[in-house]
T-cell receptor
Framework: GDSVTQMEGPVTLSEEAFLTINCTYT??????LFWYVQYPGEGLQLLLK?????DKGSNKGFEATYRKETTSFHLEKGSVQVSDSAVYFC??????????FGQGTRLTINP | DAGVIQSPRHEVTEMGQEVTLRCKPI?????LFWYRQTMMRGLELLIY????????DSGMPEDRFSAKMPNASFSTLKIQPSEPRDSAVYFC??????????????FGPGTRLTVL
């Protein structure tokens, strides 16, 4: 079945560091790919998405590129801030509105 | 728009009691989802509805769990009887429709359930 694998957390970085959170997926066909973010005490929010190979999703300085050849959708940001501290979830959808989530990666940014 | 509304935000109950979680989706959204989040199992889809009709309940853990959507603006998730292993954060999410590139789900703030 469909699955999403994220890099193990937690991840701790200093402010202004470069961020990469790895995400790979297993699915048949051409899924849509998503990154959701969950801030403490809140629900998940869509951060960015991509719907076909080589698409790049971007938002709030975060980027991720849909790589079909490597079945990956790694999240990157050039300079993180303390306010980026949250849990990040990679997810896929093959339609019918069902999202399959990775296990989440907790990110902590120290000032 | 107020977003997806869930109530209560926190629920503490004793084993064996009935628990009802409530959700009001975003107006105009056709899809409604119930998820459960635990440290051990992560985020799990329990059930989802399309136009108030349950489409897939394969994630509902057992018969103690039931979900209803009597109209487009309200849904409930009920656990009867509750057990300590049901302790988790339960999220409701809604989505306007399915079309490639538009299948974004909007999550509520969640209900933290503790069963003693």
């Amino acid at each position: 079945g469909d699955s999403v694998t994220q890099m193990e957390g937690p991840v701790t970085l200093s402010e202004e560091a470069f961020l990469t959170i790895n995400c790979t997926y297993t699915a048949t066909g051409y899924p849509s790919l998503f990154w959701y973010v969950q801030y403490p005490g809140e629900g998940l929010q869509l951060l960015l998405k991509a719907t076909k190979a080589d698409d790049k999703g971007s938002n709030k300085g975060f980027e991720a590129t849909y790589r079909k050849e490597t079945t990956s959708f790694h999240l990157e940001k050039g300079s993180v801030q303390v306010s980026d501290s949250a849990v990040y979830f990679c997810a896929l959808s093959r339609g019918a509105q069902k999202l399959v989530f990775g296990q989440g990666t907790r990110l902590t940014i120290n000032p | 728009d107020a977003g997806v509304i869930q109530s209560p935000r926190h629920e503490v109950t004793e084993m064996g009691q009935e628990v009802t979680l409530r959700c009001k989706p975003i107006s105009g959204h056709d899809y409604l989802f119930w998820y459960r989040q635990t440290m051990m199992r992560g985020l799990e889809l329990l059930i989802y509805f399309n136009n108030n009709v349950p489409i897939d309940d394969s994630g509902m853990p057992e018969d103690r769990f039931s979900a209803k959507m009597p109209n487009a603006s309200f849904s409930t998730l009920k656990i009867q009887p509750s057990e300590p292993r049901d302790s988790a954060v339960y999220f409701c999410a809604s989505s306007p429709y399915w079309d490639r590139g538009r299948d974004t789900q909007y999550f509520g703030p969640g209900t933290r359930l503790t069963v003693l």
